[in-house]
């Protein structure tokens, strides 16, 4: 029986996958995306400790309103950091009927066969993910995140030869991923793949500062301000959002 450190829950979630569900906010996370609002959940090891089977109860205390389509989605942080965890808890999950859900940008992910089994077993429990492009030019990822996206984009493929459900959330970022060449990169990429049920625009805002001045932390997209409407219209428009059948939740 392995433990969690779950940084926060929120009961009702509109947003974070089909219907209404209960999200679970895993801590750690090995990204240091220029724009992230939630540096507070990046170390590992750090936050409540909780056992799988009180997470369960915890969330079927909330069931009543799920409607149909609702369930379970951990978001982070990073949950795939915490993939032994994960297992545990889907496993619990499936068994008492709840649909689950990963809200993970895909970093750990690796063909390295002992992480690698692990996920296997993740996939078959997991009924959809919700997964970030945080961009795709592989220089322009790994100075706006730390780290490289090649395996990311393997991730994805791998999603799509399981034929598991994917959402795409894509932050449109004014001087990085809001540019029309990167954007139709995306969307020809987006093309490739036959599981993607959503294609969603998220606009990057400053809701976070305070909580990087609070840690002590630089932030380093000072003056940087949100995308215009028109722009965001553009994004969802080449990235063709309207399309996809699970755009209506």
């Known amino acids: 029986m392995s433990t969690g450190f779950v940084h926060s829950i929120e009961s009702c979630g509109a947003v974070d996958g089909p219907g209404v569900r209960f999200i679970i906010f895993l801590s750690g996370c090995p990204m240091r995306c220029l724009f992230c609002h939630n540096p507070d959940t990046w170390e590992i090891g750090k936050g409540e400790k909780w056992e799988a089977a009180d997470l369960i109860e915890e969330a079927i205390s909330c ?40 809200d993970t940008a895909g970093g750990p992910f690796s063909r390295n066969p002992v992480w690698f089994e692990k996920f296997e077993r993740l996939v078959d429990l ?43 959330r894509h932050v449109l970022l004014p001087g990085w991923s809001d540019n029309d060449a990167y954007l139709e990169k995306t969307r020809d990429f987006i093309r490739t793949l036959g599981n993607i049920k959503r294609v969603e625009i998220l606009p990057y805002h400053t809701l976070g500062v305070m909580k990087y001045k609070s840690l002590g932390i630089p932030y380093q997209l000072e003056g940087v301000d949100s995308p215009s409407e028109e722009r965001i219209l553009n994004a969802k428009r080449i990235l063709e959002c309207d399309k996809y059948d699970g755009w209506k939740n």
Not at 77 to 91: A, C, H, N, S
Not at 154 to 167: A, N, R
């Open 63 to 102: 069931k009543s309103y799920w409607g149909k389509k609702g369930g379970i989605t951990v978001s982070g942080g990073e949950p795939l950091v915490q993939i032994d965890f994960l297992i545990e808890l889907f496993t619990l999950a499936k068994q008492r009927g709840i649909t689950t859900c990963i």
């Open 126 to 168: 997991t009924d959809t993910f919700l997964m970030d492009i945080k961009i795709i030019d592989a220089e322009k990822h790994k100075a706006l995140t730390g780290l490289p996206n090649d395996n990311i984009i393997d991730m994805f493929h791998y999603l799509d030869e399981k034929k598991k459900d994917v959402w795409i």
